[in-house]
């Protein structure tokens, strides 16, 4: 790790998540549902975050006829129409594709500005304050759509950050399920194979990006080698599943007060084999890309080390073996969420690591969307 203080602080956050959540339901596990409006259904919240397919990592191998479908409609226009395309929202229609919420909230407007807009005059702001978070413990600013269940998929928005203030506890999630099931975002569970699995995309108080990932092969955070046998090397006494952790190493931090371009992709295992894959992209550089044989990397616990790691407990990196994602074909993926969500302790402790570094942080967590698509083939930034 070239960065020292990076890695303190996604250390420091990462085991302040977990001692929150099993003292005080930090991490949602102990909480209300803070998304028991949306598709998550009943239970705790885990929020969201924490990629590459062969299909994906390096922008190779694209199977559309003609490269990215931007490429095909420059601005987006007539992009909507395409087969490929599940979901779409350029907010300038004002609500109504989403399936929730369905207008305004506390939290959640879509506004109208040229000056301010990715593009259009549309976009949709999140605001969630201080003083929110003195009143709620557990602050959700989400919107939730269902779409076509399909194997495979791509996700593009554009998002800007307007303040420097702590980021989302948990940000935005994508999830896979059967027709019926609605569970994603349970804090320290352990999804059935045959039901359903989830992954968020997070930003760290370094401005940088990880996958945090719950399916039914997930690593526990007990043991040295991720399983949670009491007497294991390196037993933390407790056996709890929190979202395994796929953080590139080396990231640049995102630009603040600027529109940058976030991409995802997925593909769900073949079942019985391990050919799942994540990626993702920012402004159209890959940078995250984890699939069967790649990136070399070293497990401990719960976290994916890409190039190794350097504890005591480290074991010489090896490829990635890929994901075992669902062992039913009927889970697929369904949903997809903007879910800032935000939990009072952890904005404080975020808060606090900014302001030692000499950060003037601000009270106010604001985040701009435009330009969201989901879709069965690579999307592209909007050009």
Same mark, same amino acid.
């Given at each position: 790790m070239k960065n020292p203080l990076q890695f303190s602080l996604v250390i420091a956050l990462?085991?302040?998540?977990?001692?929150?959540t099993s003292s005080s339901g930090g991490d949602?596990?102990?909480?209300?549902?803070?998304?028991?409006?949306?598709?998550?259904?009943?239970?705790?919240?885990?929020?969201?975050?924490?990629g590459g397919t062969s299909d994906a990592g390096g922008g190779g191998g694209d199977t559309s006829p003609s490269g990215t479908l931007s490429e095909r409609y420059p601005d987006d226009v007539g992009l909507a129409?395409?087969?490929?395309?599940?979901?779409?929202?350029?907010?300038?229609?004002?609500?109504?594709?989403?399936?929730?919420?369905? &207008?305004d909230t506390?939290?959640?407007h879509i506004e109208a500005d040229a000056a301010t807009a990715h593009a259009g005059q549309g976009y949709l702001r999140s605001t969630v304050t201080?003083?929110?978070?003195?009143?709620?413990?557990?602050?959700?600013s989400s919107t939730w759509v269902t779409h076509e269940r399909v194997d495979a998929l791509y996700w593009r928005f554009h998002v800007r950050f307007p303040e420097l203030a702590p980021n989302p506890h948990h940000w935005?999630?994508?999830?896979?399920?059967?027709?019926?099931?609605?569970?994603?975002g349970l804090a320290n569970t352990v999804p059935p194979g045959d039901e359903g699995f989830w992954f968020d995309f997070d930003t760290t108080t370094d401005d940088v990006f990880n996958f945090y990932a719950y399916w039914y092969k997930m690593r526990s955070g007990r043991c040295n080698d991720g399983t949670a046998t009491p007497g294991c090397a390196g037993d933390q006494g407790t056996t709890y599943y929190y979202g395994n952790v796929f953080q590139p190493p080396d990231q640049a931090s995102f630009p603040r007060d600027r529109w940058f371009c976030v991409e995802m992709h997925a593909r769900a295992n073949t079942v019985g084999?391990?050919?799942?894959?994540?990626?993702?992209?920012?402004?159209?550089?890959?940078?995250?890309?984890?699939?069967?044989?790649?990136?070399?990397?070293?497990?401990?616990?719960?976290?994916?080390?890409?190039?190794?790691?350097?504890?005591? &407990?480290?074991t010489p990196p090896e490829p990635f073996g890929g994901f075992d994602f669902r062992s039913s074909d009927d889970v697929r993926f369904k949903s997809f969420m903007l879910d &800032?969500?935000?939990?009072?302790?952890?904005?404080?402790?975020?808060?606090?690591?900014?302001?030692?570094?000499?950060?003037?942080?601000?009270?106010?967590?604001?985040?701009?969307?435009?330009?969201?698509v989901v879709a069965t083939e690579r999307i592209g930034c909007r050009r």
């Amino acid at each position: 790790m070239k960065n020292p203080l990076q890695f303190s602080l996604v250390i420091a956050l990462l085991l302040a998540a977990c001692d929150s959540t099993s003292s005080s339901g930090g991490d949602g596990g102990a909480g209300p549902d803070a998304s028991s409006s949306g598709p998550s259904g009943g239970g705790p919240n885990d929020g969201g975050g924490g990629g590459g397919t062969s299909d994906a990592g390096g922008g190779g191998g694209d199977t559309s006829p003609s490269g990215t479908l931007s490429e095909r409609y420059p601005d987006d226009v007539g992009l909507a129409g395409d087969p490929a395309v599940l979901f779409h929202d350029d907010f300038e229609q004002g609500w109504g594709r989403w399936d929730g919420p369905t &207008a305004d909230t506390r939290y959640l407007h879509i506004e109208a500005d040229a000056a301010t807009a990715h593009a259009g005059q549309g976009y949709l702001r999140s605001t969630v304050t201080t003083a929110d978070l003195a009143e709620e413990t557990y602050i959700s600013s989400s919107t939730w759509v269902t779409h076509e269940r399909v194997d495979a998929l791509y996700w593009r928005f554009h998002v800007r950050f307007p303040e420097l203030a702590p980021n989302p506890h948990h940000w935005v999630r994508m999830a896979a399920g059967t027709e019926s099931w609605d569970s994603s975002g349970l804090a320290n569970t352990v999804p059935p194979g045959d039901e359903g699995f989830w992954f968020d995309f997070d930003t760290t108080t370094d401005d940088v990006f990880n996958f945090y990932a719950y399916w039914y092969k997930m690593r526990s955070g007990r043991c040295n080698d991720g399983t949670a046998t009491p007497g294991c090397a390196g037993d933390q006494g407790t056996t709890y599943y929190y979202g395994n952790v796929f953080q590139p190493p080396d990231q640049a931090s995102f630009p603040r007060d600027r529109w940058f371009c976030v991409e995802m992709h997925a593909r769900a295992n073949t079942v019985g084999q391990s050919d799942g894959a994540l990626a993702f992209w920012i402004d159209g550089v890959a940078i995250g890309d984890y699939r069967p044989g790649y990136p070399d990397g070293t497990w401990l616990r719960a976290q994916f080390h890409t190039g190794g790691c350097d504890f005591s &407990a480290c074991t010489p990196p090896e490829p990635f073996g890929g994901f075992d994602f669902r062992s039913s074909d009927d889970v697929r993926f369904k949903s997809f969420m903007l879910d &800032a969500y935000y939990e009072r302790d952890s904005d404080a402790r975020r808060r606090a690591e900014m302001e030692e570094l000499g950060m003037t942080v601000s009270d106010t967590h604001t985040i701009l969307y435009d330009d969201v698509v989901v879709a069965t083939e690579r999307i592209g930034c909007r050009r």
